[in-house]
């Protein structure tokens, strides 16, 4: 069972791979998740071709082990969270990927550098995202290869919380660069971390023959190609 955090589009019945379409579709969006800023635009793509499937949005959900797999017709994961115990019709491909910043509060010293290596923020207070965050296990995979182990001590739930912990001058805290670009009114300044470090988000979902009609035409919307 996978209890990383996920985005995930549930489906109202468990047969939901018998190729039929369906009237009712459900997108819970993780509201502290770092993908939520690129799926917006292609739920309303969704919409407006697909007007009579209800799309209703929850968010907040953080503990999926009370959740079958085979109850959500497709889901997110970030890189650095584990893929085992996938359904075997499922299939994991790359989505999207974006690069991982480094975010301090304005007037630190890191303003003078234009870029900043794991070395120089080993020594600094660091804020971490949850341990469910793929962000949080990307940054700790980096600062392994080069043989350290960051300490742990400021932990928040959530990339508003991050926000708000790095502004009041908490820590060092990462995030993507798109979840930044949306985030205007945060106090804090950014730089490029190493060389850079990337983040892959990755769809999950029911491979061609296992797909309704439904599902077939909200993977095509979800193409960032078109």
């Known amino acids: 069972m996978l209890t990383r955090e996920k985005t995930a589009l549930q489906g109202p019945s468990a047969n939901s791979y018998s190729g039929h379409d369906r009237s009712t579709a459900f997108y819970p969006l993780p509201t502290q998740s770092d993908e939520e800023p690129f799926l917006p635009q292609y739920l309303v793509r969704f919409r407006q071709d697909y007007p009579e499937v209800e799309l209703q949005l929850r968010g907040g959900i953080t503990d ?5 797999l085979l109850d959500w017709d497709l889901f997110f994961l970030e890189e650095g969270t584990p893929m085992t115990g996938l359904p075997p019709h499922y299939a994991a491909s ?27 923020l080993a020594s600094q207070p660091l804020v971490w995202r949850e341990t469910q965050s793929g962000i949080r296990q990307r940054i700790l995979q ?14 928040v739930n959530g990339v508003e919380a991050m926000g708000t912990a790095v502004a009041a001058g908490l820590g060092i805290g990462f995030i993507t660069s798109t979840a930044l670009r949306h985030r205007h009114d945060w106090a804090v300044e950014s730089r490029r971390v190493g060389d850079p470090i990337h ?8 491979k061609t023959p296992y797909r309704s009609h439904t599902i077939a035409r909200f993977l095509e919307c979800l193409d960032p190609a078109k």
């Not at 983040?199 to 029911?206: D, G, K, Q, S």
């Open 142 to 155: 980096e600062f392994r290869k080069i043989g350290i182990e960051p300490s742990i001590r400021i932990e």
């Open 94 to 120: 790359p989505w999207l990927e974006d690069e991982i910043l480094a975010i301090f509060p304005r007037g630190h010293a890191f303003a003078e550098k234009p870029n900043l290596d794991l070395a120089d």
């Open 64 to 68: 999926w082990s009370q959740y079958s």
């Open 199 to 206: 983040w892959t988000l990755y769809l999950v979902a029911p």
